[in-house]
Nanobody
């Protein structure tokens, strides 16, 4: 079983920044895997934002390019999503997800596909207002 715990969400003004964290624990902690971020605004579908592979390769949806940056600390089993120049339309519940797969398989056009990830966190709320 794999556990993912997100943190770092909150209320921020437009133009501000936030850093989300996703801590991975349990089975496959030290396996090569793809970890992705998704977001779901109220009343809308969950949408892929970005993904990072264990080796450090990163992938970004168009909505995230130039504003969001992924990084990881393998010693802490943590992936970070640094978000800058936030806009009201970035408001959503943000989820991290993981699976034992290469990101090239789970990402299309820079956007991770939710159906390719079996393990999900509970989410952290980001509100830009």
């Amino acid at each position: 079983h794999v556990q993912l715990v997100e943190s770092g969400g909150g209320l921020v003004q437009p133009g501000g920044s936030l850093r989300l964290s996703c801590v991975v624990s349990g089975a496959y902690t030290y396996s090569r895997k793809c970890i992705a971020w998704f977001r779901q605004p109220p009343g809308k579908e969950r949408d892929g934002v970005a993904a990072i592979y264990t080796t450090g390769s990163t992938y970004y949806a168009d909505s995230a390019k130039g504003r969001f940056t992924l990084s990881q600390d393998n010693d802490k089993n943590t992936v970070y999503l640094q978000m800058a120049i936030l806009k009201p339309e970035d408001s959503a519940m943000y989820y991290c997800a993981a699976d034992i797969t290469r990101c090239e398989v789970a990402v299309v056009g820079g956007k991770p596909r939710s159906g390719d990830f079996r393990y999900w966190g509970q989410g952290t709320q980001v509100t830009v207002s």
